[in-house]
Structure formats: C-alpha cells, structure tokens
C-alpha cells in the first residue's frame, strides 16, 4: 500500500436475507484527498459507508487505516481510528446548543467532576475558526440555519480527530451560497489532510471539488477514474451500464386523439421556486424521474391537496378542480398509492375486505344505512380478481400477504373508489422480480381500459421500461420531458444529475 494511502476497503462484501448488498468492493483514498462515492440509488453506497463506519460489519474484506488492518465492533470504534461522518440526516440533538452537541457523551471535566464548560467553549470556537464560520454557541441548535447545522456536524467530526471524513448529501438542503462555502471548507480541510468520501447525486459538484471518483453499481465495483480524465457522459455510462428488463410488457400506440384528463398549468410549491407544468393523456403512463429530493413526491402530493402549495392550476378533463385534501382529489377520481405501502397505503391488520372496502362504505348501504355485506363481498371478490390478488380468501390479513399482493390491494383499493387517474409512487419498491412483472402488467391493463397514470420512480430500467413520457425533475424544476426514443437511461440521469438546460418547462 502506498505511504499515502491513509483508507484502503478491499473485497469487502456484505449480504442480507435474501439479498446481496456488496460483492468484492474496493476503495482507496488518500490523504488529503476528495474522493467521490457515486451510483444509483441502491448501488451499495450506504451500506459500504456503514460498514466503514462500524454500524455494519463486513462478511468478508479487510479495513486498512494508516497501513493497520481493523475491524470495527460499533461506531465508537470507527470514531476512535480516526472516521468522521456527517450523515445526511442531521445527528444533533435540536434543544442543545453547538457546544453542547460536539461533546456530548464525552464532556470534559475536572478533578471534581465539574464541567469544564470554559474549555469545552475554547476548543469549540477554534475548530470553527479552522473551518471559517461564524456560529452562536450560545443558542439552541434548532435556531441556527440548516447551513449552520451542517457545519455544526462537520466540526462535531472534526472535534474527533477525523481523519477520515465522510459527506453523505452535504449539499442536499443548502442554497448555492451555502454550498460553495461548504466547497471552500472541504478545499481548506484537504490542505490540512483531512481525507473525505463525498457522497452526491449532483455531477457538477464532483467536478466542483473530488480528486477521484470511484463508482458502485448494484451492490458491485465499477471502477475508479481521475476527475481529469472523465466527463458526464462516462460517468453517466459508469452509474446505469445495464441493460432494461425484459419483464416490460410492450408500450401501445397511444391515439393521437387521446384527450388530456389532468392538466397542471401552474404549479409551485413555495413562493420563490419553480413553476413547473404538466399534462396527463388518457391511457399513458407519465414518469416522473430524478434523484431523492428532487421534488417529484413533492409535486404529486401539492396536486392531490396531501401538501399545500404556493400556487396551483389544476383542471380535470378540461375543468378547473380545486383540489383542498386528498378527499377532494379523490372526489374527482384521483388516487395515489404511497411509496411506503405498509405504513400510509394499508391497515396490514385489517382483512384484504376491510382494506379494499374501507374508504367506500357508502356503496354497500342500503337505505337503512347498514352495509349491504353479500353486495361488499361480491364487489371485493371481482376486484380482487381484476387485479390478480393471491390469497386464501378476502379475510386474510393484509399482514401476511407478500409485497406484491400487497401492492395489488393497495391498487384494487383505488380501483374500488372509481378513480381513473392514479398516481403509483415507487410502485415495486421492495418486491420481488415475479410480483413486478405482474404489477407492470396490471399496470398497462389498467391504461388499455382508459385509466392514467403518473408513475414516480428511482428505478431507471422502470422508468424506461414502462413510460410513454418522464418528465425528469432536479432541484425542484422538471428539466427535460421526454417522450418515444428520447427516453433512455442516459437521458434521464444526464438530466437528473447534470442539469442539461435547454428542454422546455411548458409540458402538455
């Protein structure tokens, strides 16, 4: 190993039930150098970085810092070799203030056990004097900015003696502003040493800032390239390099006359972003494409009411709908599936009945309003053969049923409420191969009886398999629509991650 190599991961591989996460991964850093963890969502990032963080331990490979080979029982023997990370999502503890949160759990005291709260203050202030940023040290950190935050846990870390710093999304919640300064920090630190792993789904700021960039794929090593000698197109080609699924059932010839049933021609989440616009026609499946954060859950809830928004413009075949609540959007025969099926989509003690009946009981009345049950027990049979649900019978418990059953309910649900405009949020999130294949099926069944649907989703060969437009958002903006031949995995991701400027934002 070189002298200067100060982390070197080798034939590290890591599996759980039922999956592989990583399979003989390799990672070299330098010190002082600004190394670039790349990949799809689900490539293996994550779960590597854990590892190196002592939270997870590897089934196989080695851990060698300074040319000293270890193994990490927990995070605090991680921190104790010289490992910092500063997790995307904030570790500080909100009614503590800065000082108090850098050194909590390992206060400074004297002879008596007294804090030696003078010191601690001291020792506080110099490391942000290093790092160049002004923070009250007397305030809660729930009162300082989320710049602030991030630069609180970036000195938290370094308060450890972090060798090794990882950045997991630093840049995810700060202005422009705020992230150049973030730059000229990191910058700074690698004058002074400091390794960092810097984790991004914005291509630009790898070019910005890293020395090399070491790329995951599936849970495997892709390879690692000098900033120098790279570009966007091969990074691109790095991060996505598979081939589409052949479990996507063909895309139809959509008519040319088919007519727009939802139509948002304004939307905008807060006052100062974007404004974006977007149309949906009978019979298609419309992507919505881009990495987390990007705003397309974001923009699917502010249509159907679940998020208010700064300014909306909805129409619904034509005429203007004002849609308050999902109960209004429902009203109109709009449905959305959430992504986290378990928690927001279904009661999973309930019977697949209860779940499929529950927001439409006023169907089964009869006139002395108690609920008709042959007609509910009739009507869920039939849906539940529609949409091809696998169960013993409709009084099994939800909880029992595998994801994609599950997901069939969750859409037989919809189905029963006489929607015909679904939005599917990550529709095969946590399913197997088998049960995917069925719901893209069922999916394009429902479009060839008239239904539409807009499809959010972090799987490329998804959305590329099944779309017959995606519109790619960033940062809150839709970037790009794409349509026929336009969409491939390439597109979408320059797009996602590059920013490519020049589509137009007027989408019909």
Not at 191 to 206: C, T
Not at 369 to 391: L, N, P, Q, S, Y
Not at 422 to 450: C, H, N, Q, S, W
Request: some cysteine; glycine content about 8%.
């Amino acid at each position: 190993m070189d002298t200067n190599t100060v982390l070197q991961l080798a034939h590290i591989t890591k599996g759980f039930p039922g999956v592989k996460a990583l399979q003989d991964i390799h990672l070299e850093i330098a010190r002082g150098e600004i190394h670039a963890l790349l990949g799809e969502n689900g490539a293996g990032k994550s779960t590597l970085m854990k590892i190196l963080c002592g939270i997870y331990a590897p089934d196989e490979g080695t851990i060698v810092i300074d040319g000293e080979q270890r193994r990490f029982a927990n995070y605090h023997d991680a921190v104790a070799a010289g490992v910092g990370i500063v997790f995307q999502e904030f570790s500080l503890i909100p009614y503590l203030n800065a000082v108090e949160n850098m050194f909590l759990g390992r206060e400074r005291r004297n002879r008596l056990g007294l804090l030696e709260r003078a010191a601690m203050r001291r020792s506080a202030a110099a490391i942000f004097a290093r790092l160049g940023v002004a923070i009250d040290l007397t305030v809660s950190i729930r009162e300082l900015s989320v710049a602030q935050q991030q630069f609180v846990e970036i000195g938290k870390a370094l308060s450890l003696d972090a060798r090794i710093l990882i950045l997991d999304e630093p840049t995810a919640t700060l202005t422009p502003a705020e992230a150049e300064h973030l730059f000229a920090i990191m910058r700074e630190l690698k004058q002074q040493g400091v390794a960092m792993i810097f984790i991004s789904h914005h291509l630009e700021e790898i070019f910005e800032v890293c020395d090399r960039i070491t790329v995951l794929r599936d849970g495997q090593y892709v390879g690692t390239t000098d900033v120098a000698d790279t570009d966007v197109g091969h990074l691109v080609e790095m991060m996505v390099g598979r081939r589409i699924e052949s479990s996507f059932p063909p895309k139809p010839v959509l008519r040319a006359d088919a007519p727009t049933v939802l139509e948002v021609n304004a939307l905008q989440l807060h006052k100062d972003g974007p404004v974006n616009r977007f149309a949906l026609r009978e019979g298609e499946i419309l992507g919505f494409a881009g990495l987390v954060g990007s705003g397309r859950t974001e923009t699917a809830l502010a249509v159907i009411g679940a998020d208010r928004a700064h300014v909306k413009d909805v129409r619904i075949r034509g005429v203007a709908a004002k849609l308050s609540d999902p109960a209004d959007a429902l009203r109109a025969g709009v449905g959305m599936l959430p992504e986290s099926r378990k928690t927001e989509g279904l009661i999973v003690d309930f019977s697949i009945k209860q779940n499929i009946s529950i927001n439409n009981f006023g169907k089964y009345r009869t006139a002395r309003f108690f609920i008709d049950g042959r007609h509910e027990m009739r009507a869920t049979a039939d849906i539940m053969k529609r949409v091809g649900v696998k169960a013993p019978t409709m009084h099994t418990q939800v909880a029992t049923l595998s994801g994609g059953n599950q997901q069939k309910v969750v859409i037989a649900r919809w189905l029963n409420h006489h929607t015909n405009i679904l939005i599917f949020d990550e529709p095969t999130r946590g399913i197997d191969v088998g049960a995917k294949a069925e719901i893209y099926l069922l999916m394009r069944e429902l479009t060839a009886r008239g239904y539409s649907i807009i499809m959010i989703s972090s799987e490329l060969p998804e959305i590329v398999g099944m779309c017959d437009r995606v519109a790619v958002f960033r940062q809150g903006r839709i970037e790009a629509m794409l349509e026929g031949d336009a969409i491939d995995s390439n597109a979408v991701m320059t797009y996602a991650t590059a920013g490519t400027r020049g589509a137009t934002h007027e989408h019909a």
